[in-house]
Nanobody, 122 residues
Framework: QVQLVETGGGLVQAGGSLRLSCAAS????????MGWFRQAPGKEREFVAA???????YYADSVKGRFTISRDNDKNTAYLQMNSLKPEDTAVYYC????????????????WGQGTQVTVSS
């Protein structure tokens, strides 16, 4: 049984920064792909960023240059550093993991966290 637990959400002013963490437990390996998604009220869940088992990273155009995904395999944890936050970044952020090492930008992930709220005030 794999569990993903996100922490680090909160309220921040526009232009500020937050770092989200996603701790994986259970049979989740360092070669598995991990991703971050977000869902704003009334909108569909969308891809934000992902890191492959090869450490290659992928970003949505809307966050490129502002967000950075990374992973610490010793801690089995992924991070999402979010800088220059905008009100439109407000959403529930979800961590996701795949059995595969290959990243996809769709919702085709096998494991999901419970989500953490990020609110950016203007």
């Amino acid at each position: 049984q794999v569990q993903l637990v996100e922490t680090g959400g909160g309220l921040v002013q526009a232009g500020g920064s937050l770092r989200l963490s996603c701790a994986a437990s259970g049979r989740f390996f360092t070669t598995n792909a991990m991703g971050w998604f977000r869902q704003a009220p009334g909108k569909e869940r969308e891809f934000v960023a992902a890191v492959a088992g090869s450490y290659n990273t992928y970003y949505a155009d809307s966050v490129k240059g502002r967000f950075t995904i990374s992973r610490d395999n010793d801690k089995n944890t992924a991070y999402l550093q979010m800088n220059s936050l905008k009100p439109e970044d407000t959403a529930v952020y979800y961590c996701a993991g795949r059995r595969s090492s290959v990243v996809v930008t769709t919702l085709a992930y096998d494991y999901w966290g419970q989500g953490t709220q990020v609110t950016v005030s203007s």
